[in-house]
């Protein structure tokens, strides 16, 4: 039988060269060689080998005998005994002696015996009770830092490791936990050494370097951390930061960023890693776990640091945040009150191939810029490097929102004359019944042609300051002696339709809409490069007054350019995506595909905003 089988055997492999040979040597293309191999019934022979030697492996086979090169050195010295071998005899021998058959027989052996470990060696004599407990990792040094950081016992004068930085060279290693204590460096016993001195021998080591430590017990059975994604909501240096554990080993990052937490076991330092904000490029980047971890403070480490800071500063008190009452002029206005111009004079082109565009009136845009400027003028606390008491981290998943789901709020956000208003006109016009601006409230009486719930809701001035006191605004403001303001309920509105809610707010107006209800999507509206601007803007006009336009003067770009660098660097932290409107037409296609997105694919938000239970 099993001669048989090993008849049949060799006749598939024989017929497996000739075949391959023959086809290789008729040199044919590699497409019709591939096809013809592949329809061979050798191939079909194989496979079923195959299955059978898989079946045969199934059933744990145990070798006939564990030493078969021991077996054939007798057979050999006893074949050498007889004093005429017959031919046969001596053929067994010159058969057996082969270094071939030699090498075969000894990796029979190894494999019946299972040897395949490395030859370790033997333990000293003189090794003392404890030192079972004792581990020696050898990790050969290439560029990288070895991701472990030290710490010396005061009491003890002990040494060890403080932290394993996920992804080093330590932590792949997965023989090095925090709380070993480290015995010996390359031979060099470290107990009393200052960590600085173990440094120092680490860095002079090259190639291969040997540790001997005492396992720590509870960190070496593995600490499975979950890992939480954060937004940087406050920059951090640790090249600046005193109490930095291991500055070189600290992550920089500043507002914004995503941050992979991957370690919280530590109360003050976690460690983390930087990544995309893009969820294509985090689901799909399989080197995020490799990349080495930095040390980063804990939230509550951060928070204590803010605390100090604030203590520690002058009282400024933020004008910002309280709403402000203009009665100037936006660019030396000298006109007078509001309502005395007819209709036409205030409206800015709100009607357009029959489609009504609410809120773009003039006065309401003026209104805007005057009290952002006034504000902005005013407010010296209001610098870009003023920390706030905001938390310093934001946890983040990933959201996408339900087909039956209101829209997400699109907010734009930009510096005045940026092109905020000319953007949002445009997607408006482009499609009327997917996006939509809330219509604003005005105390103004309401002119002839006008309708109220299309130019403006017509309001008192009782009910609007009612609904003030019901924080009914997102934002409003005195502008001529009567007030005007964008109310939530309108926002409401807008989405309650099934269209898209395009608004643009000043910037200290996005912290009260973020809310789990709105789930809103900042796009940050930026001027393009210096001669970029000024060259897209040469022939465009800009509100001077109500009645006026006029061209851009250079005072306006300066103005522009450092009103959204001081935006961009308070606020960045809340940008979803930051445009630059250079060319208008690809500005707008653009902004189109970005709301596209933000309303039909994955997108990082807040936890709270997704979670059930609020
Ligand atoms: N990409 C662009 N290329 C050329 N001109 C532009 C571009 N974007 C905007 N503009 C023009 O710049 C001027 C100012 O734009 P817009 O009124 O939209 O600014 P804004 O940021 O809304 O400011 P405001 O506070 O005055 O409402 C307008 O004349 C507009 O047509």
């Not at 016992?153 to 932290?163: F, M, N």
């Amino acid at each position: 039988m099993r001669q048989t089988i090993d008849e049949g055997v060799s006749e598939v492999l024989s017929c497996v060269v000739e075949d391959v040979g023959h086809a290789v040597s008729r040199n044919v293309g590699g497409a019709e060689l591939l096809h013809e191999l592949l329809n061979a019934p050798w191939l079909r022979s194989l496979l079923q080998i195959y299955e059978c030697l898989l079946d045969f492996e199934m059933l744990t086979p145990t070798p006939l005998l564990p030493y078969a090169s021991g077996l054939s050195h007798e057979i050999m010295s006893a074949v050498q005994m007889i004093q005429h071998p017959s031919a046969e005899a001596r053929e067994l021998h010159c058969l057996l002696s082969s270094p071939h058959i030699q090498a075969l027989l000894s990796s029979h052996d190894s494999v019946a015996q299972a040897d395949f470990g490395p030859v370790l060696p033997p333990l000293p004599d003189d090794m003392a009770e404890d030192e079972e407990a004792m581990r020696i990792v050898c990790l050969v040094k290439n560029n990288q830092p070895l991701g472990a950081t030290i710490r010396r016992d005061e009491e003890t004068g002990a040494i060890y490791i403080a932290r394993v930085i996920h992804g080093g060279l330590a932590d792949r290693s997965r023989l090095l936990h925090a709380g070993d204590l480290l015995v010996e460096v390359n031979g060099n016993p470290v107990a009393g050494l200052e960590p600085e001195q173990v440094i120092q021998i680490l860095m002079n080591s090259h190639g291969t370097i040997l540790f001997k430590v005492i396992p720590d017990a509870a960190q070496s059975s593995g600490n499975s951390q979950k890992t939480v994604f954060m937004k940087a909501m406050v920059d951090y240096c640790p090249l600046l930061d005193t109490c930095s554990p291991c500055p070189p080993a600290g992550m920089m990052f500043s507002r914004g960023e995503l941050l992979q937490v991957v370690d919280q076991s530590d109360a003050r330092w976690w460690q983390a890693r930087k990544i995309s904000s893009s969820p294509m490029k985090i689901s799909s980047s399989p080197s995020s776990s490799s990349t080495c971890a930095g040390i980063i403070p804990s939230a509550s480490m951060l928070r204590s640091k803010q605390r100090e800071n604030w203590w520690s500063q002058p009282l400024q008190v933020h004008t910002c945040i309280k709403p402000l009452t203009v009665g100037g002029s936006a660019d030396n206005i000298q006109t007078p009150a509001d309502e005395h111009f007819p209709a036409t004079d205030e409206a800015d082109s709100d009607v357009t191939d029959g489609i009504y565009l609410a809120g773009f009136r003039r006065s309401f845009r003026l209104w805007r810029r005057t009290s952002y400027r006034r504000r902005r003028q005013s407010c010296s606390s209001c610098s870009p490097d003023t920390s706030s008491l905001c938390p310093p981290y934001e946890e983040v998943a990933l959201y996408q929102r339900p087909p039956q789901e209101n829209h997400r709020l699109i907010i734009l956000l930009g510096a005045t004359r940026v092109g905020v208003n000319e953007l949002r006109k445009s997607l408006i016009k482009l499609n009327p019944s997917s996006f939509q601006s809330p219509v604003p409230h005005t105390t103004r009486p309401m002119r002839a042609g006008e309708q109220t719930g299309r130019e403006y809701h017509f309001i008192t001035r009782e009910l609007f300051e009612y609904m003030v006191c019901n924080h009914r605004f997102v934002e409003y403001g005195e502008f001529k002696g009567q007030l005007y303001g964008t109310s939530t309920d309108s926002i409401d509105d807008v989405l309650r339709r099934g269209r898209m809610c395009i608004i643009d707010v000043e910037p200290h107006s996005i912290q009260p809409l973020r809310s789990k209800k709105l789930k809103p999507f900042v796009i940050f509206i930026k001027p393009p490069a210096a001669d970029r601007l000024r060259e897209t803007r040469r022939n465009a006009r800009i509100l001077s007054s109500c009645r006026e336009t006029r061209e851009f003067r250079e005072e306006d770009f300066v103005d522009l350019e450092e009103t959204s660098r001081l935006i961009e660097e308070k606020y960045k932290q809340f940008f979803d995506f930051t445009l630059e409107n250079n060319e208008l037409q690809e500005s707008c296609r653009k902004l189109c595909s970005i709301i596209k997105e933000a309303q039909e694919e994955e997108q990082w938000i807040p936890v709270s905003w997704s979670r059930e239970e609020e």
